[in-house]
């Protein structure tokens, strides 16, 4: 199928790039077959890196730990049980159990993230209401509320193999609560539902010690007008040599007792 469909989508592709006066066009996460075929098509290839948790047949979130060097280990029940002690109690929702209320606050911690980093907030509330509603099965929505206020939250979607974090927003910080809402509740959902893969999102050496590992990702671009063809191959080369050697790097500082991970 995919042979039969993809030169016909990247055709079209580029003549509405052409008819639109755009500077190209960028296909991201693309599988590896996808990926080899458009490198045989003359596309360029970018690496990047992000950090990804695999699910080694866990039974439950002790037996995950229990394959982390022992720092690593109590590093992260201390920041688990610093939660506990504060009071806050979390609630995983999906699509179906969410409400109005939960969605209106989610979307209010979303934009305040965007207020205090001087971003776009390009989602709006509708946008999740909808999502959850069209999928609710894909939809996780964590909620953190502190007494009868509720102050964070983090939103996934899941596919039947694999948790994406997307976005995470709070009004009023507290230590570790990030931690426990992006990734901690992450790694639980995945193990309770037999997923295999937790990608949290971009970036975050930090994810490191908390049992992610790093993992190489890739895209593919096609440029309307190249006079910088030769130059744009060497910097791509350079590029994939350095992230395969940052990779490596932190390779050699896993939280795993073994490299089975």
């Known amino acids: 199928m995919f042979e039969k469909v993809a030169p016909i989508l990247l055709e079209s592709s580029i003549a509405l790039a052409q008819k639109t006066g755009a500077s190209g066009c960028h296909i991201l996460f693309p599988q590896k077959n996808q990926h080899e075929w458009l490198q045989q098509q003359g596309w360029f290839s970018r690496h990047d890196c992000q950090f990804h948790w695999h699910n080694q047949a866990y039974t439950d979130f002790e037996e995950f730990l229990g394959k982390?060097?022992?720092?690593?280990?109590?590093?992260?029940?201390?920041?688990?049980?610093?939660?506990?002690?504060?009071?806050?109690?979390?609630?995983?929702?999906?699509?179906?159990?969410?409400?109005?209320?939960?969605?209106?606050?989610?979307?209010?911690?979303?934009?305040?993230?965007?207020?205090?980093?001087?971003?776009?907030?390009t989602l709006n509330e509708a946008f999740f209401c909808d999502v959850a509603e069209k999928l609710p099965e894909q939809t996780i929505l964590v909620l953190a509320d502190k007494g009868n206020k509720c102050i964070a939250g983090a939103l996934m979607y899941c596919s039947d193999t694999t948790l994406y974090g997307r976005l995470w927003g709070c009004i009023e910080p507290v230590e570790n609560l990030h931690f426990e809402a992006c990734y901690y509740l992450g790694i639980e959902y995945c193990i309770e539902k037999g997923l295999q893969i937790?990608?949290?999102?971009?970036?975050?050496?930090?994810?490191?010690?908390?049992?992610?590992?790093?993992?190489?990702?890739?895209s593919s671009h096609w440029l309307s007008d190249n006079p910088f063809q030769q130059?744009?191959?060497?910097?791509?080369?350079?590029?994939?040599?350095a992230v395969a050697d940052y990779i490596a790097e932190i390779n050699q500082h896993i939280p795993y007792k073994t490299e089975t991970y």
């Open 68 to 121: 982390l060097k022992a720092k690593k280990r109590k590093n992260i029940h201390k920041e688990r049980l610093s939660i506990k002690k504060s009071g806050i109690k979390l609630r995983v929702l999906d699509g179906y159990t969410a409400s109005s209320t939960d969605w209106r606050h989610f979307s209010h911690f979303y934009n305040a993230l965007f207020e205090r980093k001087w971003g776009v907030a």
């Open 198 to 218: 937790f990608e949290p999102g971009a970036q975050g050496e930090h994810k490191v010690a908390r049992g992610f590992v790093p993992t190489l990702t890739q």
């Open 231 to 241: 130059a744009i191959s060497q910097y791509v080369k350079h590029e994939q040599e």
